[in-house]
C-alpha cells in the first residue's frame, strides 16, 4: 500500500525533482499550488510528465500517481498534511509566511487524531536556516497541546536543490501545463539531524551530518559557478549559460573562482579537496547541458540578493580568504553583478540607480560589506573598472 506524500509548491523544484523522488520511492503524491491550471490538469491526468533532457540523449518519464489541491482549501490541505508520512515544500522563502497557517491546521489535525507516525518536512528554499525559520513560523500558529506534539513527531528538515530546472517555454506550457523539463541529476543530500524517527528512504536522498559543507559546497561552487557564467556572459553578449562556458576569456577565470572556492571550503570546513574538485568537474558537465539552455539573465536576475555577504559570490570570497589568498576571480563576478545592468530585472534596475545615485564603493559597502580600501575591495573595483572599460579582460 503506497503511503502519502504532499508537496506545498508544484513548480519548478516541487514538480520537477521532489515529485520525481517521492513517486519513485512508493508515495501517492498530493501537490498543493495557487495555479488552478495546473493543478487541475494533475488531477484530471493523475500523472505528468518530466522530460530528462542533457547533450546525450533526451528521456520522458511519467509521475504517478499524483493528485493536486488549490492552496486556498485550507481544510483539504490539512487533511493532506494529516494523514502524510512524508511532505516538502518548494514554494519560495517569501512565500512560508503564508503556508505555516495550513501546515498548522494538518498537524494540529493530526495531535488530535492521536497520528503516532512521524511526519517529515523537507524545507526546499533557497535560504540559510530555512528549516527552523519555517518551524518557527508553524509554531506561532499551534495551541500548546499541537505544539507538544510537533516536538515529538514532526521533523523540518533542510536540503540543497542541485537539479537544474529552467523556466518552461510558454509555448509548451500552453501545451501542457503539467510538463516539466529538467537535467537528470538525481541528489537530494538532507540535514541527517531534523528528522524525527526513523528517516524514509527516499530515491537520490542522502541522509548527511556536517551538513553545513554541504550548503557550502552548493552556494559556493554551483550557485557561484552560475553567477560566473551569468554576469560575465551578460558582459559578453551572451544568451545562454553554455554559451558563457565556451568563451575563452569567460572560462578560464570560471575555472579559477571555482579553485578559490575549493580552497576556501576545504580550510573552512575541513572537506575533501578530491571530493570538491570531483565535484567540480561534474557541475561543469553540467552547465554545458545544451538542451537545457539556461538563460543568464534567469541565472543572474535578482543582483542585489546575490550579491549579499553571506551569499554565492561575496561568501564564496570570505570562505577562499579562510584559505589565506585574495579571490581575484571570485572578484570578477562581484564586479560584474555589481555592473549587470539589464533592463528586464527590476532589482538590476533599482541597483544601477543607486550606484548612480550613492557610488559604487557607498553601494558595495552597504550591500557587500566590501570595504573599498581592503584586499577584496580593491580587485572588485579594479575589475568593474575592466569589465566598463575594456575589451580585453586578461
Known amino acids: ?124 528554499e533557497n535560504l540559510k536556516g530555512a528549516a527552523a525559520y519555517l518551524r518557527g513560523l508553524v509554531v506561532e500558529h499551534l495551541d500548546e497541546q499541537a505544539r507538544a506534539y510537533l516536538a515529538d513527531h514532526v521533523g523540518f528538515v533542510d536540503t540543497v536543490i542541485g537539479r537544474m530546472v529552467p523556466e518552461l517555454p510558454a509555448a509548451l506550457r500552453a501545451q501542457d501545463p503539467s510538463l516539466i523539463i529538467v537535467e537528470p541529476y538525481k541528489e537530494l543530500p538532507v540535514d541527517r539531524s531534523g528528522f524525527v524517527g526513523e528517516i524514509p528512504t527516499i530515491v537520490g536522498m542522502e541522509p548527511c551530518d556536517n551538513f553545513p559543507l554541504y550548503t557550502a559546497r552548493k552556494l559556493y561552487l554551483h550557485n557561484a559557478g552560475h553567477a560566473v557564467l551569468a554576469y560575465l556572459g551578460y558582459r559578453r553578449g551572451h544568451t545562454l549559460g553554455y554559451e558563457a562556458l565556451e568563451d575563452p576569456d569567460i572560462r578560464p577565470i570560471l575555472d579559477a573562482a571555482l579553485d578559490e572556492s575549493v580552497q576556501g571550503i576545504v580550510a573552512r570546513y575541513g572537506a575533501s579537496a578530491d571530493w570538491l574538485k570531483a565535484h567540480v568537474a561534474d557541475l561543469l558537465q553540467r552547465f554545458a547541458n545544451r538542451v537545457l539552455a539556461d538563460p543568464v539573465l534567469r541565472l543572474g536576475r535578482d543582483p542585489l540578493r546575490k550579491l549579499a555577504p553571506s551569499d554565492r559570490l561575496v561568501g564564496a570570497a570570505r570562505t577562499a580568504e579562510a584559505a589565506g589568498i585574495v579571490p581575484v576571480n571570485l572578484a570578477w563576478a562581484i564586479a560584474g553583478a555589481l555592473a549587470f545592468d539589464t533592463p528586464e530585472d527590476p532589482i538590476a534596475v533599482s541597483l ?43
Open 1 to 124: 500500500m503506497r503511503q502519502q506524500a504532499v508537496i506545498l509548491g508544484a513548480g519548478n523544484v516541487g514538480r520537477g525533482f521532489l515529485g520525481q523522488l517521492f513517486s519513485e520511492s512508493g508515495y501517492n503524491v498530493t501537490f498543493v499550488d495557487i495555479d488552478q491550471p495546473l493543478i487541475e490538469a494533475l488531477r484530471s491526468r493523475g500523472s505528468y510528465t518530466i522530460r530528462l533532457v542533457n547533450n546525450e540523449k533526451t528521456e520522458q518519464v511519467q509521475v504517478g500517481p499524483v493528485s493536486g489541491l488549490l492552496s486556498t482549501d485550507v481544510q483539504a490541505v490539512a487533511q493532506v498534511v494529516a494523514s502524510a508520512t512524508i511532505g516538502a515544500t518548494a514554494v519560495g522563502a517569501r512565500v512560508l509566511p503564508y503556508i505555516a497557517p495550513t501546515l498548522a491546521a494538518g498537524i494540529t489535525l493530526r495531535a488530535r487524531q492521536g497520528v503516532q507516525a512521524p511526519l517529515n518536512i523537507i524545507v526546499c
Open 352 to 394: 544601477q540607480e543607486r550606484i548612480k545615485a550613492e557610488g559604487l564603493e557607498a553601494v558595495m559597502t552597504d550591500v557587500c560589506q566590501i570595504d573599498a580600501q581592503e584586499p577584496l575591495g580593491k580587485v572588485v573595483l579594479e575589475r568593474y573598472r575592466l569589465l566598463r572599460e575594456e575589451a580585453r579582460w586578461q
